[in-house]
């Protein structure tokens, strides 16, 4: 089954002819994920790597039966991409767009409370990927290799190094999301956790995080509350002082509950194993004797 | 990006908040010129992107020159001074402050309001589509002990600070400090406005404002398109194409037997061609003794990543230790060609031994020289 993606899933591109859009279309394609239609709006009718273009959403769900979208794009056309994917009751959208303007996402996310239907991966998330099934996004899939481990990451760079590295010690995965880089996110870490819990595909979760925000705590109360699979933390940002942003938007000491030090005590009390390094998680991985294929 | 307080008080008084006009002075002539024309004394206040306010009260206009040469050669709180705003003296019975900021790591947006003198402060959530509601407002000015008969104007200077926070795509809109004035008025006496950059696209007004010399100064910048430095107290430079693996990679200099510390840690986006690693290692501060190179190559090949990095023409002119490591696709050749390469970095596979060689490079650098 893996999370958030199953057979019934039916991918639309949104910016499927912009460059971004039309090289991952072909990326995701090649990986076996099921895409059926691309919208760029003015743009209908056209074609992309056999995939039909609409000029909206609902022209191309009502001609393909697409239920969930990705979206490349500027920021601007991103916002305005995300509102049509909820109003038009898309099940999941996955934003791969970065740097959406604050005031924007506060809207965005508060308008999505009010649409429940819709599941908001991102912004600033490089994709979903099941592997071999589905690659949803921007994730180079030479990195992951089939098995029971789920991924969770706000940060796309060490995720893709930290699979490679499992893949490698025999440590395929189940499902790996990026949350997204952006301060506000449409799903968080907690609620992957949750999805992760009820997977009977994933044994074990790898929750990677960074400095900065409240995520990775909120991830640590859910763990102590429902999560009973084991969890291995590994976060960056322990050597970023306050008030100093580490790239991306949201990685940045504000309060002393935002260090990576605060943020591990909390996984460590909520009963989360913390790796120190990449090779430190395989190695747990290994200790919990759960997860591996081999 | 980050607004000074004249350009902020510049559009605060478009919106209508309450601010004094002052006349702005690059040179210490120019301080004086400008306090001639007020009425003594004046207040000389020293414009830098830090979080504080630095000013001096001066009796004469020679006074006023002499503060400002002294103002313009130093820096407060590492920023150098480039220009002075000089502002008429006003009689103040109280001061407060009043911020409406995003709560990065709650997600939320929140109006303060504080006396400065007793460090008392209260706040309240605001709701990005509905913004300061007067009862709000009144919360605060009772919070704060504010007289009850200035609490309309209280109100009107929170939702247009408010107005200004929408307007200009700020993260943060403060009024710093609020003052009573003796003869009960409040007024923006001085203040701040964050722009978050993600907006500047809709914001071609205030892009224009960016005071590029004093961006230097930022802890945090964008030094070159896809190019993003992060400044820490440390002289290791850590450049890798991603922001977390930047972060994994200066976070791993602690592991080392003689822990390094990480100085310049910066962020390529995007495939790490020439220009940007060109424009990263030209960014380096002048403290930096050794530069790691950690590049995950996910969409782009290792071996076309060590081929740019040799056409680095900054590379002939390092004069510190330069050690990369390359991962992902295609690693192996690329880390084998790079290694018969004219010695001018070393080349290795893993984050550790990369960590370990430039440790051992630096300290053995050390007993050599001395």
Redesign the interface.
Known sequence: MAILINHDTEFLVQGITEQAGSFHTAQMLAYGTSIVAGVTPEMGGAWEHGIPVFDNIRTATEATGANSSIIFG???SAVDAIYEAVDEGLRLVICVTD??????S??L??YLDRHPRTRLIGPGSPGVLVPGRANAG?V?G??ASEGKVGVV?????????GM?LMSAAGFGQSTFVGVG?D??VGTSYAEVLALFEEDPETSCIIL?G?????AEIEAAAQISIRITKPVIAFL??????P??????????I??P??TVEAKEAALKSAGALIA????DVVSLLHATGHASDQ | MRLHEYHTKTLFARSGIPVLSGELAGTPGEARAAAERFRMPVVVNAQVLADERVFRVAQTPLFVEQIAAEMLTTQIAGYRVHQLLIEPMIDVTREFALVIEFDQSRGRVEIAASTLTSKRTCSELLDPFIGVQAYKSRYLASGIDLPSELWSDFVAITQKLFQCYVDYDATRASILPLALTRAGNLIALGGKLDIDDSALFRQAEIAALRDVLAENDLPSRQVAENVRLSRLPGDIACIANGAGLAMMTADSLANAQRALSPGAVIEITGEPSVERLQAALQSLPSNTRGVIINLFCDRFSASDAAKSLMGLLVLDSLSVPLVVRLAGQDAERAHEWLSAQPATLYSVTSLAHAVELLSHSLSDETSWQS
């Not at chain 1, 740097?99 to 924007?104: K, L, M, S, W």
């Not at chain 1, 960056?236 to 002082?241: E, H, L, N, P």
């Open positions: 500027d920021g601007p740097g959406i303007p604050t005031q924007d506060l809207k996310k508060s921007i180079p030479f990195v990451s706000r940060s796309a760079s060490v995720a893709y190094e490679a880089s301060a506000i990677m960074e400095v900065g925000g409240a960056v940002g322990r050597s970023a002082i008030f100093v942003r580490m790239g991306h938007a949201g990685a940045i504000t309060t509950d935002t120190h390094s990449l090779e």
